[in-house]
């Protein structure tokens, strides 16, 4: 998660302002994705393992046994 907000995010508003092309947004936009994407992944990780050791409860987890998310 941490590359995200020190690599991607930053590299995604650099890059909207320096690069001009008619495909600049879509450059930013991609940045951007891959950044939300890894932040929401190391999130999952970290709630993941996080359990995996026994140190958080979900209030939500007798509901995942139901769904065979768990």
Known sequence: MGL????FF???AFL???VKSKHT????ASCQFI???LTVTGLATGI???K?????????SSSLHLLSID
Do not use: E, M
């Not at 995200?4 to 690599?7: G, I, K, P, R, S």
């Not at 947004?25 to 930013?28: D, G, L, P, S, T």
């Not at 995996?52 to 939500?60: A, E, N």
């Open 4 to 7: 995200a907000f020190v690599v």
């Open 10 to 12: 930053p590299i995604g």
């Open 16 to 18: 909207i302002r320096s």
């Open 25 to 28: 947004v879509w450059i930013h």
């Open 35 to 37: 950044g939300l994407a």
């Open 48 to 50: 993941r393992v996080a």
């Open 52 to 60: 995996i050791i026994d140190r958080v409860r979900l209030p939500w």
